[in-house]
């Protein structure tokens, strides 16, 4: 069964860019009419789309991220990864990497599954 | 600031029925996209539990089921059991600002 697993350091100082990469095991992250996304939760807080891309490069990000947002894909290491610029103390979270899916191809009824365990990245001087 | 607005809490005694709510408007759950439902036990990663509105995963038991209604959706929960306190989001897909996927505002459930 496909396993994720997010990497990246868990400090960034304030205005410099989050980096984050997400590993795929147990399957190929070109096959299939898979969107592989990152979302993330605030400390106490609920979950929020961040983004995904499709193995084809195609990208979709959340309107609120757009102009910092970063994704690509690395077919050989089988991983695609995340960046974020400019970062502030409300990018405090945990990131998550997950893959979306729809079983009528329609992109917009993804739903994710399965989750990375989840990365904790601390904007912080 | 989520466009699906679920209730804070929810609360119930072992072996009852519970309900959670997950409202949203016309560029969302009222346009026709499906809602997808998902538990999150305290630090872990969430974990999908209804997709396509009304279908479970491989692996999860009958006492979970979805349903969805004009513009809102729920999650019921019957045989409450320990084990079910945790976190739910639903998610669907709002057509607003370009697209997105977007999540509920989180139900914490409480066994009593």
């Known amino acids: 069964q496909v396993q994720l697993q997010e990497s990246g350091p868990g400090l960034v100082k304030p205005s410099q860019t989050l980096s984050l990469t997400c590993t795929v095991s147990?399957?190929?992250?070109?096959?299939?009419?898979?969107?592989w996304s990152w979302i993330r939760q605030p400390p106490g807080k609920g979950l929020e789309w961040i983004g995904s891309?499709?193995?084809?490069?195609?990208?979709y990000s959340n309107a609120s991220l757009q102009s910092r947002f970063t994704m690509s894909v690395d077919r050989p290491e089988n991983q695609f990864s995340l960046k974020l610029t400019s970062v502030t103390a409300a990018d405090t979270a945990v990131y998550y990497c997950?893959?979306?899916?729809?079983?009528?191809?329609?992109?917009?009824?993804?739903?994710?599954?399965?989750w990375g365990q989840g990365a904790l990245v601390i904007v912080s001087s | 600031q989520s466009v699906l607005t679920q209730p804070p809490s929810v609360s119930g005694a072992p072996g009852q029925r519970v309900t959670i709510s997950c409202t949203g408007s016309?560029?969302?759950?009222?346009?026709?996209?499906?809602v997808h439902w998902y538990r999150q036990l305290p630090g872990t990663a969430p974990k999908l539990l209804i997709y396509?509105?009304?279908d479970r995963p491989s692996g999860v038991p009958d006492r979970f089921s979805g349903s969805k209604s004009g513009t809102s959706a729920s999650l019921a929960i019957s045989g409450l059991r320990a084990e079910d306190e945790a976190d739910y989001y639903c998610?669907?897909?709002?057509?607003?600002?370009?697209?997105?996927?977007?999540f509920g505002t989180g139900t914490k459930v409480t066994v009593l």
């Open positions: 016309s560029s969302n759950i009222g346009a026709g996209y499906d």
């Open positions: 147990g399957g190929s992250i070109s096959s299939g009419d898979y969107y």
């Open positions: 396509g509105n009304s």
């Open positions: 891309i499709y193995h084809s490069g195609n990208t």
């Open positions: 997950a893959r979306a899916f729809s079983v009528s191809s329609k992109r917009e009824d993804n739903w994710f599954d399965p």
């Open positions: 998610q669907s897909y709002d057509s607003r600002l370009g697209g997105s996927w977007v």
